[in-house]
């Protein structure tokens, strides 16, 4: 069955880096559009970046941009989200998630992986 | 960027009853050269990530109950819960993929009355 589980989350103090990763199984990775979508405390869903499933394209929220790189590696079946210069505001639960299209719904989930910003 | 309304913020729907969310778009998001609204509707209950239950604006997502139904064309569109049951108390959040960003709505949350 398909599984996305993220990993690296924790506390960490404004202006760090934390680097977040999903590891993939159960569906064919290097075919899939890939998303992170982060959930503040008692918040909505925010959308903050996509990575096709070539690297031919990445986008960003204008949030994050300039900030946060995604990246992936098809052949460890595993995305990534580098985070730089974290703010307060970053705190969040950041959930990967899978896309069959690259504009296209998120079919699948990760549970999530909660981010804290604080000093 | 693409800015996502919803409407009510909340509703409470007795068991049985209707559940009618609404959705609107700040821009037109139906791709005229294959005729699809690139709109998705997500059910988050607590403590649980979202669930994607309708994509391009009107199909179902294998294994979502039939009383979950999508509906609408280029701004506006709705999420519609027929005979609502105890287990889809959740938020439900539109999503637009028309363009990046992909921006969500703000949810609504839907409870028993």
């Known amino acids: 069955q398909v599984q996305l589980v993220e990993s690296g989350g924790g506390v960490v103090q404004p202006g760090r880096s934390l680097r977040l990763s999903c590891a993939a199984s159960g569906f064919t990775f290097s075919s899939y559009g890939m998303h992170w979508v982060r959930q503040a405390p008692d918040k909505g869903l925010e959308w903050v970046a996509v990575i096709w499933f070539d690297e031919s394209n990445r986008y960003y929220a204008d949030s994050v941009k300039g900030r946060f790189t995604i990246s992936r590696d098809n052949s460890k079946n595993t995305l990534y989200l580098q985070m730089d210069t974290l703010r307060a505001e970053d705190t969040a639960v950041y959930y990967c998630a899978a896309g069959e299209h690259s504009y296209g719904p998120a079919g699948w989930w990760g549970q999530g992986t909660l981010v804290t910003v604080s000093s | ?113």
């Not at chain 2, 559940?19 to 997500?42: D, E, F, G, H, V």
């Not at chain 2, 239950?53 to 997502?61: M, P």
């Open chain 2, 1 to 113: 960027d693409i800015v996502m309304t919803q409407s009510p913020d909340s509703l409470a729907v007795s068991l049985g009853e209707r559940a009618t969310i609404n959705c609107k778009s700040s821009q037109n998001i139906l791709y005229n050269s294959n005729k699809k609204n690139y709109l998705a509707w997500y059910q988050q209950k607590p403590g649980q990530p979202p669930k994607l239950v309708i994509s391009w604006a009107s199909t179902r997502e294998s294994g979502v109950p039939d009383r979950f139904s999508g509906s609408g064309s280029g701004t506006d569109f709705t999420l519609t819960i027929s005979n609502l049951q105890a287990e889809d108390v959740a938020v439900y959040y539109c999503q637009q993929y028309y363009n990046t960003p992909f921006t969500f709505g703000p949810g609504t949350k839907v409870d028993i009355k």
